[in-house]
T-cell receptor
């Protein structure tokens, strides 16, 4: 399948600092999705990127899809404690029916 | 939030027991999935279904089995539970490429 690698695995920031997680693939992706999982919760869909170079914003979150469609990033400006959780990127498998999830980046925000 | 339900939410059982984890969705989605996730770790796809009467194994080998007799229902069964099956099991369904997850079942096998 279209494997995706995520870095960093963990990130600990002070409230108000920015945060970025990166997702990389060795193959061209048809699209990429981002999910957030709060501690003890389940993954929740955030956004899907489809076009080369696409940038989408959701309040303090900025999502970007690389020009070659092989990488993506999620940037959070001025983190808040409510941003705590694990952020996963995911790409369609070769079958087109399932998603391959990255290992996730766990974000901890301390006040 | 999507309408996808899992029962039970928590289950503690002894080794050798047969268990069935229930998953239902009311959105009419054709595609459904089961993932296994250990605490703080990545999601591993163990089963998926394109629609009624179709089931496929995922990337992670699992001793569990699934069935899809009705669109809305995708139960997962373990014939003989073992401590190695202790994990969280997440069910999901999808419309297009977006997946909607249930709350999960946390299984502990003693």
């Amino acid at each position: 399948g279209q494997q995706v690698m995520q870095i960093p695995q963990y990130q600990h920031v002070q409230e108000g600092e920015d945060f970025t997680t990166y997702c990389n693939s060795s193959t061209t992706l048809s699209n990429i999705q981002w999910y957030k999982q709060r501690p003890g919760g389940h993954p929740v869909f955030l956004i899907q990127l489809v076009k080369s170079g696409e940038v989408k914003k959701q309040k303090r979150l900025t999502f970007q899809f690389g020009e070659a469609k092989k990488n993506s990033s999620l940037h959070i400006t001025a983190t808040q404690t409510t941003d705590v959780g694990t952020y996963f990127c995911a790409a369609l498998s070769n079958s087109g029916y399932a998603l391959n999830f990255g290992k996730g980046t766990s974000l901890l925000v301390t006040p | 939030e999507a309408d996808i339900y899992q029962t039970p939410r928590y289950l503690v059982i002894g080794t050798g027991k047969k268990i069935t984890l229930e998953c239902s969705q009311t959105m009419g989605h054709d595609k459904m999935y089961w993932y296994q996730q250990d605490p703080g770790m990545e999601l591993h796809l163990i089963h998926y279904s394109y629609g009624v009467n179709s089931t496929e194994k995922g990337d992670l080998s699992s001793e569990s089995t699934v069935s899809r007799i009705r669109t809305e229902h995708f139960p997962l069964t373990l014939e003989s539970a073992r401590p190695s099956h202790t994990s969280q099991y997440l069910c999901a369904s999808s419309e297009g490429d977006t997946q909607y997850f249930g709350p999960g079942t946390r299984l502990t096998v003693l």
